[in-house]
């Protein structure tokens, strides 16, 4: 079983800037794999934030479309959120996830996830 390891999160005020990143322990983790970022508060269920393909498709929640951005190094086991103009309902455990698929027309759901990281928080706050 693939290890993903968040990095990045942390307090920020809000209209400030993260960058998460999610580093793979084996080569090549994303090579055929989408890589996703979920987030998740309190008494609610994991949510979809980001996806990038291997194909070079990327899909975005509506909630942060024009915020965030997700990418992947050329090495293909290390992925990264960039998260600008930050909110206060943007906090949450962010959580970074391998795809068992190739591609997806929609946004990939928890039950499309094959590896999960362990999540890093992030809290918007002043």
């Known amino acids: 079983q693939v290890q993903l390891v968040e990095s990045g999160g942390g307090l920020v005020r809000p209209g400030g800037s993260l960058r998460l990143s999610c580093a793979s322990s084996?080569?090549?983790?994303?090579?055929?794999?989408?890589v996703a970022w979920f987030r998740q508060t309190p008494g609610m269920e994991r949510e979809f934030v980001a996806v990038?393909?291997?194909?070079?498709?990327?899909n975005y929640d509506e909630s942060v479309k024009g915020r965030f951005t997700i990418s992947r190094d050329g090495t293909w086991d290390t992925a990264y959120l960039q998260m600008n103009s930050l909110k206060p309902e943007d906090t949450a455990v962010y959580y970074c996830?391998?795809?068992?698929?190739?591609?997806?027309?929609?946004?990939?759901?928890?039950?499309?996830?094959?590896?999960w990281g362990q999540g890093t928080r992030v809290t918007v706050s002043s």
């Open positions: 996830a391998r795809s068992k698929y190739s591609y997806q027309s929609t946004a990939p759901a928890a039950g499309d996830i094959e590896d």
């Open positions: 084996e080569h090549d983790t994303f090579v055929n794999n989408g």
């Open positions: 990038s393909w291997p194909g070079g498709d990327v």
